[in-house]
Every structure is written in C-alpha cells, then in structure tokens.
C-alpha cells in the first residue's frame, strides 16, 4: 500500500481540526495562491484580497478533496477562480490592464531574460487574452476548462489564444529588434 504524501497526512489533520496543521497548509500554499492569482489580477492589493478568499475557500472545501490528487494544482485552480470571480466584480475582464506593477515578485526568480520578457509581454496583454493564455500555458487547464471557468464558448477561447499568440509574437519580436 502507497504511503500517503505529507499533503494527504497535511489534509487528514486540518480535518480533525487541528490548528497547527493548519496553519502550515496556508503557510505552504499561501505563495502558490498569490503567484496565480496575481498572474490573472496584476494587481497587489486585489492579489492578496483574493488570495485571502482563496485559502478560505481551500480550507471550506477540504473534506470535499481527493486525497490521492496532488493539493497544489486544485489550490492554483481556486485560486485562479477567485480571481476570476474578482475580474467579474469588477467588470475588468474586457478592460485592457494596466502595466504590471514593478514592486511585485517577479513572475519566477530563476527566470531567463527570455522568459522574463515573455512573461512581461503577456502581463502587458488586454486582460480578456492575458488570462487564456495564463490559464492554458501556465495552468495547463485544456480549452474546454478554460471555457466553462469563464463562461464562454470554446471557440471563442481558442480565438483568444490565437490573437494573443500573435500579439506576443509580435511584441517579443519588437523586443528583440530594440535590442
């Protein structure tokens, strides 16, 4: 019989309610919320907002979580929700975003120069793009997912994967030539 990952053991005690356990969860995956949120908000203040609500969430939902999935990806997935729930409070899903802010963590701090300017030019997308793009590449969430969490039809999803691919090749080639 496997033995139980020590995010299922993790799990198991914040079930019985135990605090201590508790508390190193959200320590554990507070970084991993805020990272995803902040990819489809690019905003601090509403990143943490969210990430808030994201770990209340997490904690809420434990006993409907599959102990033998991994937590990390099912906590990103909230979290990516939460902000989207943000984005449509807000009514900025179609509004373009403004630049990312400099003050923030960088999107990975062993990061090339390469996949820092990739990173960049898809932070500086139109907010609609941004999070498709976020979604399917850095999320790995399929098409289909991506088109129930915001409600859209898949064609319409695919569409702004394939502008946005354009626009980054675009923008990356600038980059490049200003160089």
Not at 2 to 14: E, F, G, Q, T, W
Not at 37 to 55: G, P, S
Request: contains cysteine; charged residues 35%.
């Amino acid at each position: 019989m496997a033995r139980p990952s020590d995010d299922a053991i993790l799990v198991r005690l914040v079930r019985r309610g135990d605090r201590e356990a508790l508390a190193r969860l959200a320590d554990k995956y507070w970084n991993v919320a805020w990272q995803a949120a902040y990819r489809v908000l690019l905003d601090r203040t509403a990143t943490d907002d969210v990430t808030q609500e994201a770990i209340h969430r997490v904690i809420r939902s434990l006993d409907t979580f599959d102990e033998t999935r991994p937590l990390r990806p099912w906590i990103t997935r909230i979290a990516v929700n939460c902000a989207l729930d943000e984005l449509r409070r807000d009514r900025r899903l179609v509004r373009v975003a403004e630049p990312p802010d400099e003050a923030a963590p960088r999107w990975n701090e062993e990061a090339s120069d390469a996949q820092v300017a990739v990173a960049e030019a898809v932070a500086a997308l139109p907010a609609e793009k941004r999070i498709v793009v976020v979604l399917h590449y850095w999320l790995d969430y399929a098409v289909k997912d991506i088109a129930d969490v915001l409600g859209v039809p898949v064609g319409t999803v695919l569409a702004r994967l394939s502008r946005a691919r354009a626009e980054l090749r675009e923008a990356i080639k600038e980059e490049e030539n200003a160089a």
